[in-house]
């Protein structure tokens, strides 16, 4: 092993040693105020030591439910052309219905208001419907006691980021 082959080893330990980054799994263990545990040996990380990114930030979309108005559905039809007769062996009847014929109107109201048809909207992540809570698709839900989650260990251990849950596939 000659000097420079030494002086890198050397240097990898040393880094190792100081821990820069580090991948760390936890589990949240309270959402108010935020706390994550890593080994159950060691105090849960405080909130002031954890950044959260956008993966495990709530995200929500409203399921706007909504109607239509609409005006104006007043009509009503005007047959012509009814006049109408019968032969017979004794002879021919008079005509009936001649003239035209007013229907009465229909669709009375001036106003309709459709059902309410957003609510029955469903959005899927992964082959499972997303779930829906008080009106609103949750896209990302928050973090919530028990996730467990995957973080990225810096500055010696000081801070960590949350990169995102982790989800265990069943057998």
């Known amino acids: 092993m000659d000097l420079v082959d030494v002086l890198h080893h050397v240097v990898e330990r040393s880094m190792a040693a100081y821990g820069l ?6 589990t949240v263990t309270s959402v ?10 060691m105090a849960p990380l405080p909130a002031e030591a954890l950044h959260l990114t ?51 109107e ?16 469903v959005c899927y992540e992964d082959g499972q419907p997303l779930p829906v809570e008080n009106g609103y698709i949750i896209l990302n839900r928050a973090l919530a006691v028990g996730d467990k989650v995957l973080m990225l260990r810096v500055m010696r251990g000081q801070q960590f980021i949350i990169l995102s849950r982790v989800f265990e596939r069943g057998n």
């Not at 980054?21 to 936890?26: C, E, K």
């Not at 108010?32 to 040996?41: F, G």
């Not at 930030?57 to 019968?86: D, M, W, Y």
């Not at 032969?87 to 003239?99: K, N, R, V, W």
């Open 106 to 121: 229909a669709l009375l109201p001036d106003e309709y208001t459709s059902d309410e048809r957003l609510r029955d909207i």
């Open 54 to 104: 956008a993966a495990v930030i709530e995200k929500k979309i409203p399921l706007l439910a909504h109607q239509h108005v609409t005006n104006g559905f007043r009509h009503a039809h005007s047959i012509s052309g009814l006049s109408h007769a019968h032969d017979t062996a004794e002879g021919a009847t008079g005509p009936a219905l001649e003239g035209s014929l007013q229907t009465g």
């Open 32 to 41: 108010t105020p935020l706390e994550v545990t890593v080994r159950e040996s």
């Open 21 to 26: 980054s580090d991948m760390a799994i936890g």
